[in-house]
T-cell receptor
């Protein structure tokens, strides 16, 4: 069974550009979560999608957005990139928004903003 | 406020030595507690979790953790570390899903 897959593995952009990151959850999982892992800061919750809807977002500006498609895959879009957006972006999936569900993580997209 | 503290940014242990990684949390109710491991270039993998019951939890790869309510701690232990255990370890607390709060991580170095 395939795990959570993310693409691209690495992404290099310049300030002001837009970045699009993609995530495919484990088959049967309906919830997708996005996290930002900046150096030394641990994981910061970005967004949660379930059944095609945005269910919750973390403390990030509106230029961080995304969507979930009918097949439950998801995109994270970051507009007007800033240098401090450089980080590893991790996607995770779970069976649903059930409270005690563990998260299955992808390997991440390393975004570098120059 | 809900939070997770991992006091040690990095730890170095010798191969074969025992390991304890510390985790303290602040949470209003009885929390769900997790330990994840992240190998270089990889996502996070769940090592173990505590929801209720026995406060000593066994996980994968020979790891265990003990929930101590009085100390608000959930320390991770392993009796004998292998070189392949070198990675970053994250303690997490919360109600699961998006409500999971992660600590800043502890990087483990293993020396021969």
């Amino acid at each position: 069974e395939a795990g959570v897959t993310q693409s691209p593995t690495h992404l290099i952009k310049t300030r002001g550009q837009q970045a699009t990151l993609r995530c495919s959850p484990i088959s049967g999982h309906t919830s997708v979560y996005w996290y930002q892992q900046a150096l030394g800061l641990g994981l910061q919750f970005l967004l949660w999608y379930d059944e095609g809807e945005e269910r919750n977002r973390g403390n990030f500006p509106p230029r961080f957005s995304g969507r979930q498609f009918p097949n439950y895959s998801s995109e994270l879009n970051v507009n007007a990139l800033e240098l401090e957006d450089s980080a590893l972006y991790l996607c995770a999936s779970s069976l649903g928004g059930v409270s005690n569900e563990k998260l299955f993580f992808g390997s991440g997209t390393q975004l570098s903003v120059l | 406020a809900q939070s997770v503290t991992q006091p040690d940014i990095h730890i170095t242990v010798s191969e074969g030595a025992s390991l304890e990684l510390r985790c303290n949390y602040s949470y209003g109710a009885t929390p769900y507690l997790f330990w994840y491991v992240q190998s270089p270039g990889q996502g996070l993998q769940l090592l173990l979790k505590y929801f209720s019951g026995d406060t000593l939890v066994q996980g994968i790869k020979g790891f265990e953790a003990e929930f101590k309510r009085s100390q608000s701690s959930f320390n991770l232990r392993k009796p004998s570390v292998h070189w392949s255990d070198a990675a970053e370890y994250f303690c997490a607390v919360g109600a699961g899903g998006f409500k999971t709060i992660f600590g800043a991580g502890t990087r483990l170095f293993v020396k021969a």
